[in-house]
Antibody, heavy 120, light 111 residues
Framework: QITLKESGPTLVKPTQTLTVTCTFS??????????VGWIRQPPGKALEWLAL???????RYTPSLKTRLTVTKDTSKNQVVLTMTNMDPVDTATYYC????????????WGQGTLVTVSS | QSALTQPASVSGSPGQSITISCIGTSSDVGGYNYVSWYQQHPGKAPKLMIYDVSNRPSGVSNRFSGSKSGNTASLTISGLQAEDEADYYC???????????FGGGTKLTVL
């Protein structure tokens, strides 16, 4: 059974760096073809894809946020970490991590999400 | 502004069928059979309902079906039930540097 859970701060100040951790079980990020993605959703708004990290440590980022995003993985801990620098109130959103299976494009399992508010 | 265009809202009565459209371009929806649909109830995480245009994951009701014509993908829900009331998002692979695009979401109201 695949599960994912996000953890991190609920409140960050403008200009600070956000670090959100995704802890997962039921799969290994060392399995060929597997990936974990990050998606966010501002309150009342649509989903927005942020980043993807593959089993081989290949990383992809949404172009509009590429300079602010970093995604890393710790296979031994079954964790993926998303870092976003220079946070702004417009970055207030629920941040989700999600599993992407071998050579597929859909996200079949999602974490519960974590709401991050950016405010001074 | 989302990359894929969906109607903001649709509605239907119990037992009826509704269809939600998702308009993209030849770089995403029209170019690949990699369209997926997600259902999201308030305060909950999205749930995969359709992948690769028309495939249903195990456990998803066969009342949900997907299709595609040109640059437009569609999600059809037949035999509407109260529990289907939710937001629905389409998503597609894209050959641009964006890689993954979502629609703006459609709120389904079951009257």
């Amino acid at each position: 059974q695949i599960t994912l859970k996000e953890s991190g701060p609920t409140l960050v100040k403008p200009t600070q760096t956000l670090t959100v951790t995704c802890t997962f079980s039921g799969f290994s990020l060392s399995t060929s073809g597997v990936a974990v993605g990050w998606i966010r959703q501002p309150p009342g708004k649509a989903l927005e894809w942020l980043a993807l990290i593959y089993w081989d440590d290949d990383k992809r980022y949404t172009p509009s946020l590429k300079t602010r995003l970093t995604v890393t993985k710790d296979t031994s801990k079954n964790q993926v970490v998303l870092t976003m620098t220079n946070m702004d109130p417009v970055d207030t959103a629920t941040y989700y991590c999600a599993h992407r299976g071998v050579e597929v494009t859909e996200f079949d399992y999602w974490g519960q999400g974590t709401l991050v508010t950016v405010s001074s | 502004q989302s990359a894929l265009t969906q109607p903001a809202s649709v509605s239907g009565s119990p037992g009826q069928s509704i269809t939600i459209s998702c308009i993209g371009t030849s770089s995403d929806v029209g170019g690949y059979n990699y369209v997926s649909w997600y259902q999201q109830h308030p305060g909950k995480a999205p749930k995969l309902m359709i992948y690769d245009v028309s495939n249903r994951p195990s456990g998803v009701s066969n009342r949900f079906s997907g299709s595609k014509s040109g640059n437009t993908a569609s999600l059809t829900i037949s035999g509407l039930q109260a529990e289907d009331e939710a937001d629905y998002y389409c998503s597609s692979y894209t050959n641009s540097s964006t890689l993954v695009v979502f629609g703006g979401g459609t709120k389904l109201t079951v009257l």
